[in-house]
T-cell receptor, first 113, second 121 residues
Framework: GNSVTQMEGPVTLSEEAFLTINCTYT??????LFWYVQYPGEGLQLLLK?????DKGSNKGFEATYRKETTSFHLEKGSVQVSDSAVYFC????????????FGKGTTLSVSS | GAVVSQHPSWVICKSGTSVKIECRSL??????MFWYRQFPKQSLMLMAT?????????EQGVEKDKFLINHASLTLSTLTVTSAHPEDSSFYIC?????????????????FGPGTRLTVL
């Protein structure tokens, strides 16, 4: 079945450091891929998405490229800020009507000044 | 972007009572909404898929008689936790699928509500 695997956290970085959060997936067909972010005490927010191979999603300095050959969708940011501290979830959708998202376990990012 | 609201955002109730949580899509019509449950420091677990005008589809292990779902309109789905007990305390999150442009590519972007924290004493 479909599944998402994320690197386990927590990830602790200093401000302005480079961030990578690894995400790989298993799916049949051609899923859409997503990164969601959950700030402390809040609900999930869509951060970025990619709907086909080689697409790059980007938002707020974050980016991720849909790599079908490696079944990956790693999240990157060149220079993190304290305000980026949150839990990041990688997710996929099977691109069929009515299907729910399948989430990874989430990776907690903590950025210190 | 699309907005999904939930009400209430926080509820505390006594054991044995029922609690209703509403999920609304504010600026789009959602034929499908999803209900998730999130335990502390864990990922979201899908509970059920709610389709407008039909019965919800529950995931394995989720008691349909305990978690009643009603999707009465294209903008509203409700989750009722019946006879709540302390083990039902959790963060409940709904999402609504924005179908995107009519006739265009399938755009499976789901927008999430802010969540409802339920505490059962």
């Amino acid at each position: 079945g479909n599944s998402v695997t994320q690197m386990e956290g927590p990830v602790t970085l200093s401000e302005e450091a480079f961030l990578t959060i690894n995400c790989t997936y298993t799916a049949t067909g051609y899923p859409s891929l997503f990164w969601y972010v959950q700030y402390p005490g809040e609900g999930l927010q869509l951060l970025l998405k990619a709907t086909k191979a080689d697409d790059k999603g980007s938002n707020k300095g974050f980016e991720a490229t849909y790599r079908k050959e490696t079944t990956s969708f790693h999240l990157e940011k060149g220079s993190v800020q304290v305000s980026d501290s949150a839990v990041y979830f990688c997710a996929l959708s099977a691109n069929q009507a009515g299907t729910a998202l399948i989430f990874g376990k989430g990776t907690t990012l903590s950025v210190s000044s | 972007g699309a907005v999904v609201s939930q009400h209430p955002s926080w509820v505390i109730c006594k054991s044995g009572t029922s609690v209703k949580i509403e999920c609304r899509s504010l600026d789009f019509q959602a034929t499908t909404m999803f209900w998730y449950r999130q335990f502390p420091k864990q990922s979201l677990m899908l509970m059920a898929t709610s389709n407008e005008g039909s019965k919800a589809t529950y995931e394995q292990g989720v008691e349909k008689d305990k978690f009643l779902i009603n999707h009465a309109s294209l903008t509203l789905s409700t989750l009722t936790v019946t006879s709540a007990h302390p083990e039902d305390s959790s963060f409940y999150i709904c999402s609504a699928r924005d179908p995107g442009l009519a006739g265009g590519d399938f755009k499976d972007t789901q927008y999430f509500g802010p969540g409802t924290r339920l505490t059962v004493l």
